[in-house]
């Protein structure tokens, strides 16, 4: 005789079929909501942050460049190989610099040859003027706070010390602030 096999039945396991509860889907949801509000705020911070970073970096290179645009003019400041000139220094207030450079050698301040140059502060712009003539005003730098001119000796500098502060606005960040100090030798005096 064969042996009689009896199958046991299984019961459906009740849970294993039916997927997810409502419970496990809003405990699920929730996580994933506070996972993904830490993700955005850490994002939001590092894109500020970026963004200030950047706007220093940029406040700053373009701080150097006007130093050092205006070093390099100023540094011809008082050139007069002819003994011609008289006064080389028209302005040398706390706020302004002016100076006369005799450029192509001729004894003179030859008017379009840019042997007079100004800098100043107009409002919150770098303004550089060529011939003693407003109408070659060129504005070298936005936003600035601060221009100041130190000199050992108003009536005849041989050192000049610039210092200008800049205010650069910076997104939701607020603003940034920079300020570079340089001491400008001139050769010619």
């Not at 050698?105 to 409002?123: C, K, P, S």
């Given at each position: 005789?064969?042996?009689?096999?009896?199958?046991?039945?299984?019961?459906?396991?009740?849970?294993?079929?039916?997927?997810?509860?409502?419970?496990?889907?809003?405990?699920?949801?929730?996580?994933?909501?506070?996972?993904?509000?830490?993700?955005?705020?850490?994002y939001?911070?590092?894109?500020?942050?970026?963004?200030?970073?950047?706007?220093?970096?940029?406040?700053?290179?373009?701080?150097?460049?006007a130093?050092?645009?205006?070093?390099?003019?100023?540094?011809?400041?008082?050139?007069?190989?002819?003994?011609?000139?008289?006064?080389?220094?028209?302005?040398?207030?706390?706020?302004?610099?002016?100076?006369?450079?005799?450029?192509?050698y001729?004894?003179?301040?030859?008017?379009?040859?840019?042997?007079?140059?100004?800098?100043?502060?107009?409002?919150?712009?770098?303004?550089?003027?060529?011939?003693?003539?407003?109408?070659?005003?060129?504005?070298?730098?936005?936003?600035?706070?601060?221009?100041?001119?130190?000199?050992?000796?108003?009536?005849?500098?041989?050192?000049?010390?610039?210092?200008?502060?800049?205010?650069?606005?910076?997104?939701?960040?607020?603003?940034?602030?920079?300020?570079?100090?340089?001491?400008?030798?001139?050769?010619?005096?």
């Amino acid at each position: 005789m064969m042996p009689h096999h009896t199958r046991q039945r299984v019961k459906p396991n009740r849970l294993s079929n039916t997927g997810f509860t409502l419970i496990e889907l809003l405990i699920a949801i929730a996580i994933s909501s506070i996972i993904m509000t830490a993700v955005v705020s850490v994002y939001t911070a590092l894109t500020r942050s970026y963004t200030t970073e950047t706007v220093r970096a940029s406040a700053q290179q373009d701080l150097r460049s006007a130093i050092t645009l205006m070093a390099q003019d100023i540094r011809l400041a008082g050139l007069d190989p002819l003994n011609a000139i008289g006064n080389s220094f028209p302005v040398t207030t706390a706020n302004a610099f002016g100076f006369i450079a005799d450029l192509d050698y001729d004894g003179a301040v030859t008017v379009g040859n840019n042997e007079q140059i100004d800098y100043f502060l107009r409002g919150t712009q770098l303004i550089q003027m060529l011939d003693n003539n407003p109408a070659t005003d060129a504005v070298l730098m936005d936003n600035v706070t601060a221009l100041n001119f130190t000199y050992d000796d108003p009536a005849d500098p041989t050192t000049i010390v610039i210092n200008m502060t800049i205010v650069a606005p910076a997104g939701r960040a607020g603003t940034v602030t920079r300020t570079l100090t340089e001491r400008v030798r001139l050769r010619n005096q």
